[in-house]
């Protein structure tokens, strides 16, 4: 590199430079694209816990009333 000019040095640098800015660019391009994935798949989970909850609470809705337990039950009733 010593036998190179200045200017062809800068030439040099300046090309690498552009080399690894188009690096970069691919690169943050397809972590953006991994975000989006990302994204929809967890309001696709989120939306699948939110249906599954719904789905609890009717269930828990449609349980019989606890029967209250034997050492609450006043004597006389039994």
């Known amino acids: 590199m010593s036998d190179l000019t200045p200017i062809d040095q800068i ?3 300046v ?3 552009l080399l690894r800015y188009e690096e970069l660019k691919r690169t943050n391009a397809l972590l953006y694209q ?3 994935s990302l994204t929809q798949e967890r309001d696709s989970l989120k939306s699948r816990l939110s ?3 719904a789905r609890v ?3 828990l ?3 019989p009333e606890a029967n209250p337990s ?3 039950t006043p004597r006389g009733s039994q």
């Open 11 to 13: 030439t040099e640098r």
């Open 70 to 72: 034997p050492a609450t």
């Open 51 to 53: 249906a599954a909850r």
């Open 57 to 59: 609470d009717v269930l």
């Open 34 to 36: 991994e975000i989006d």
């Open 61 to 63: 809705a449609r349980l």
């Open 15 to 17: 090309d690498r430079l």
